[in-house]
């Protein structure tokens, strides 16, 4: 009787779950080759923001005058700079730190702006008012100089940056959020769910948000290209991150007064860096969609 039971008895829901997600995954990665693509150099550019540092062949702010402006060899990959510090020592660390400023930023605004767009769509009245009066407000300035005000108000740190870098884009996530939660708010399964027992705010994080989260994964792709770009942007007109302080904006400012010289390699490959990574951003979005998208995984 015991082991007819066992027999008749289902596998765990969790381990069924869980193995779900592993395909869906391995087949969005694998269906198309752009995605495959974008993932694989998401992988590389978080693998070298968390193992760079301890396995870069220099110390990136560690300056040698008899090798400054060394071109690329296979001593120095990327060359060196006017202070003979190794470029892709300090390519590869500075990794790190612009990985950091877009997460926490794009995870700070979708905190913010997401959540206040679900509700300003799903409650309308005063809510969207508020809501709406805020981000009409920020987007009344240009966006980039409104960041540039910020740091420059509240100091070049990096919480600073990544302060600016939400409250510019807040008005993003909180206009798509809106438009999807406005569309879904009279839907048949939050109906349902209404009629079920289920108050407004658990209908909103467990039946709106699962549902907009498809459309609001492409903007957090887009985002995270843009946040990067901002901190490059503000560290390369002096408002960043402060010298010597490995990032891309900086090393890219740094070399571009060589280019006309000749020293092409200083302002290159940070550059270079810069580009692909948001390249990559710009690719992740589609995959990101269908991994959590419901309908792709039925």
């Not at 008005?171 to 708010?185: G, S």
């Not at 400012?253 to 302002?267: D, F, L, M, T």
Request: proline share 6%; net charge neutral; aromatic share 8%.
């Amino acid at each position: 009787m015991t082991e007819t039971a066992a027999v008749l008895s289902p596998p765990a829901p969790s381990k069924q779950q869980s193995n779900s997600l592993l395909r869906h995954a391995r087949y969005v990665v694998s269906e198309n080759p752009v995605t495959g693509l974008a993932f694989a150099l998401f992988l590389l550019i978080a693998i070298a923001a968390l193992i760079g540092p301890s396995i870069v062949p220099y110390d990136p702010l560690a300056s040698d005058t008899v090798a400054a402006l060394k071109a690329p060899s296979l001593k120095h990959w990327f060359g060196t700079d006017q202070l003979g510090r190794d470029i892709f020592s300090r390519v590869v660390v500075a990794t790190r730190l612009d990985f950091v400023i877009a997460l926490t930023s794009v995870a700070l605004v979708f905190a913010l702006g997401g959540l206040a767009g679900i509700a300003s769509g799903f409650f309308g009245g005063w809510t969207d008012r508020i809501v709406g009066r805020i981000s009409d407000t920020i987007m009344a300035f240009p966006l980039f100089v409104l960041a540039m005000g910020i740091v420059a108000a509240l100091g070049n740190t990096v919480t600073n940056i990544v302060i600016a870098t939400a409250i510019i884009n807040f008005p993003l996530y909180v206009r798509v959020a809106r438009a999807e939660a406005n569309v879904r708010r009279d839907a048949g399964f939050v109906q349902a769910a209404r009629l079920s027992g289920n108050g407004d705010f658990r209908i909103l994080l467990m039946h709106i948000l699962p549902n907009i989260m498809p459309i609001m994964m492409v903007q957090i792709s887009l985002t995270m290209g843009y946040a990067i770009l901002n901190a490059a942007g503000l560290s390369f007109i002096g408002l960043g991150v402060r010298p010597p302080t490995p990032e891309w904006g900086i090393m890219v400012a740094e070399g571009a007064g060589n280019i006309i010289s000749g020293e092409w390699w200083i302002a290159l490959f940070p550059g270079a860096a810069l580009m692909l990574a948001v390249f990559c951003f710009n690719l992740l979005g589609d995959g990101l969609r269908d991994l959590v998208d419901p309908q792709r995984r039925t």
